[in-house]
Nanobody, 118 residues
Framework: QVQLVESGGGLVRPGGSLKLSCTAA????????ISWYRQGQAPGQQRELV??????????KYADSVKGRFTISRDNAKNTVTLHMSGLKPEDTAVYYC?????????WGQGTQVTVSS
């Protein structure tokens, strides 16, 4: 059974930093890319891709809005993907989810809330 569990969200002031973690189980972790998405609370806001990383951790991709501020990494020995976020802005406020596409199906964690506010 595929499981993804996010942690590390919270309230932070603009310009601050947070580290989000996603711990996975139920599949051969190092074989699969993992993605971080976020969804803001404004009506109609869709879930958007923030960053992803390949199975070996050698290739990463970021949304333009977070390039240079966020870093995605993974530890395959611990089945964990981390999203380091710095220079946080109020517009980064959202629920952050990790995702894996496994056997043609998208799996999601429960999400972790990040709020950037003074």
């Amino acid at each position: 059974q595929v499981q993804l569990v996010e942690s590390g969200g919270g309230l932070v002031r603009p310009g601050g930093s947070l580290k989000l973690s996603c711990t996975a189980a139920g599949f051969f972790f190092s074989s699969y890319p993992i993605s971080w998405y976020r969804q803001g609370q404004a009506p109609g806001q869709q879930r958007e891709l923030v960053a992803d990383i390949n199975g070996g951790g050698t290739f990463t991709k970021y949304a333009d809005s977070v390039k240079g501020r966020f870093t995605i990494s993974r530890d395959n020995a611990k089945n964990t993907v981390t999203l380091h976020m710095s220079g946080l802005k109020p517009e980064d406020t959202a629920v952050y989810y990790c995702n894996v596409r496994y056997q043609g199906y998208d799996y999601w964690g429960q999400g972790t809330q990040v709020t950037v506010s003074s």
